[in-house]
C-alpha cells in the first residue's frame, strides 16, 4: 500500500514558500528604494551612513534566511519560550517602511505577557509584516500594544498594531484582504497579512482585522498560552 503524505507538512512547506517569497520581494524593494536615491544623495554623508546600515541589515537578513531554510528543510516549526514583548520590541528596532523617506512614529505600550511557546523565525516575520503594512499605510501614527485576552477557557496572548491611515473597504477585507497576491497598495506584492495569517494558524491562533474606510486599520495577532491548552504543541 503506498503511503500517503499527511497534510501538515504541506501547509507548513507553503507557509515556508510564502515566507520566502515574501522575504524576498522586501529585500528587493528596499535595495530598490536605496538605487533610486543614490545619485542624487551620495555625497550627502547622512544618505552614506542609512546606505550602509540598509545594506548590512539586508546582508544579515539573507544570511539568516539561507541558513533557516538550508537547515530545516521541510521539518515542521521550531518552537521554543520566547517573551513577547522582547520579540516586538525587537522588530519595532528594525522595521522600516518600503517606499517612504521616513517612518511615522510609532507608540508603544507593553503589559506583562507570560511566555509563549512559537518558532521565533516565523512569528518575527510575521509581526514585522503586520508593523511594516501599518507603516506603509499613509499613516500619521502607528500604535503597537501587547496584552492578554480570555475567549471562553482559552488564554491568547495579543500583539495589537494600529494605524491611523485610510483604511481598507469592509468588501476587500472580507473577500480579499487573506487571499494571495491582493493588495491595495501601489508596488505592494500583497502577501504580508496572507502569510501572517497563516504562521499564527500554525501557531494555533489566529490574525483579526478591523479596518474603516477613511479611519484607518485595527490588526490582532492572537497567540494561544500554553496553560490554556495544558500541553505543548
Not at 48 to 55: Q, W
Request: hydrophobic share 35%; proline share 7%.
Amino acid at each position: 500500500m503506498a503511503t500517503r503524505t499527511s497534510s501538515p507538512p504541506r501547509r507548513i512547506r507553503a507557509t515556508k514558500d510564502s515566507v520566502l517569497i515574501h522575504d524576498i520581494r522586501n529585500l528587493g524593494l528596499r535595495l530598490s528604494l536605496l538605487l533610486s536615491n543614490m545619485e542624487e544623495h551620495y555625497d550627502d554623508p547622512d544618505f552614506k551612513r542609512t546606505a550602509a546600515d540598509l545594506l548590512q541589515s539586508t546582508v544579515q537578513k539573507l544570511d539568516g534566511i539561507a541558513r533557516s531554510w538550508s537547515s530545516r528543510g521541510d521539518t515542521v516549526l521550531i518552537k521554543v519560550p520566547l517573551e513577547l514583548n522582547d520579540l516586538v520590541q525587537e522588530v519595532l528596532r528594525t522595521c522600516r517602511p518600503r517606499g517612504r523617506a521616513s517612518a511615522p512614529p510609532v507608540s508603544a505600550s507593553f503589559a506583562e505577557v507570560p511566555p509563549v511557546w512559537g518558532d521565533p523565525y516565523y512569528l518575527r516575520d510575521a509581526i514585522q509584516s503586520v508593523v511594516q503594512n501599518a507603516q506603509e499605510a499613509l499613516a500619521s501614527c502607528v500604535t503597537v500594544r501587547t496584552g492578554l485576552e480570555r475567549r471562553g477557557a482559552r488564554d491568547f496572548a495579543v500583539v495589537e498594531v494600529e494605524d491611523d491611515g485610510p483604511g481598507m473597504p469592509a468588501d476587500f477585507v472580507r473577500r480579499r484582504l487573506f487571499r494571495p497576491f491582493q493588495t491595495m497598495k501601489p508596488g505592494g506584492v500583497g502577501l504580508g497579512l496572507y502569510t501572517a495569517r497563516r504562521i499564527l494558524r500554525h501557531h494555533r491562533g489566529d490574525v483579526e482585522v478591523r479596518s474603516v474606510e477613511g479611519e484607518g486599520t485595527n490588526v490582532r495577532l492572537l497567540l494561544p498560552l500554553p496553560a490554556s491548552r495544558g500541553r505543548r504543541e
